[in-house]
């Protein structure tokens, strides 16, 4: 049997990852591609349990970033990597790429570190386990901030200040710029239609 494809989805809180998630499911379903939908942090009970922490409760940033990849191993452990084993696809409402733009960008923790734990969590023989498509929703600052006002009460991260996600946002841009064939900008800020007819497009070019 062939592995799963790995997709995950990144952007700015209020870019609207939701709403082209569930686009993106409804399209692979409607393809008759097998999938498993899952988030980070998150996507265990044990992963669940750290998001409502990371999400709510003040902690040292050392310990956030940790938190962020101890909730990623047991995610790889327990559901990732065995669907992709099992030849499903995996969509991934945010993965290690959210890390670099928010702890390393936005809180402006050392990469190396990062790239160390990432190997630590990530590493197989003959490399990292990783999103091959990564669709990473671009909006201006305003925009996502805008888009938030109106939802539900703030978490920890969307209480955070505009330059905190300026910097987040130029760290996704320029993970994306050092990795064009897998991290694929879509700019968000257009119409539902425009945006779909492009993701349509670049699943064509990925099977799905
Ligand atoms: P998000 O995925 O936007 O969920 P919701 O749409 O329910 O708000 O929220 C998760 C938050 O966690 C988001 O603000 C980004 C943050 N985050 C990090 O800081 N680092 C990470 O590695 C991940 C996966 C998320």
Request: glycine share 10%; with cysteine.
């Amino acid at each position: 049997m062939s592995r799963g494809r790995f997709i995950s989805l990144e952007g700015l809180d209020g870019a609207g990852k939701s709403t082209h998630l569930a686009w993106l499911t409804a399209h692979l379903a409607d393809r008759g591609i097998d999938h498993r939908v899952t988030r980070e942090p998150g996507g265990t009970p044990l992963g669940e349990q750290l998001r409502a922490l990371l999400l709510e409760q003040s902690m040292h940033l050392d310990t956030e970033a940790l938190l962020m990849f101890a909730a990623r191993r047991e995610h790889l452990a327990q559901v990732i990597e065995p669907a992709l084993a099992a030849g499903r696809w995996v969509v991934c409402d945010r993965f290690t790429d959210a890390t670099y733009a928010y702890q390393v960008g936005g809180r402006g923790l050392p990469l190396a570190t990062f790239e160390a734990l990432e190997r630590a969590v990530q590493g197989r023989p003959g490399g990292l386990v990783e999103p091959e498509l990564t669709l990473l929703f671009d909006v201006p600052l305003a925009v996502s901030r805008a888009r938030l006002a109106n939802g539900r009460e703030l978490d920890r991260f969307e209480r955070e200040a505009d330059d905190f996600f300026e910097r987040v946002r130029a760290a996704y841009l320029a993970r994306a710029a050092a990795a064009p064939q897998r991290i694929r900008v879509v700019d968000a800020s257009r119409p539902l239609d425009a945006i779909q007819a492009e993701l349509a497009a670049i699943l064509a070019g990925f099977g799905g």
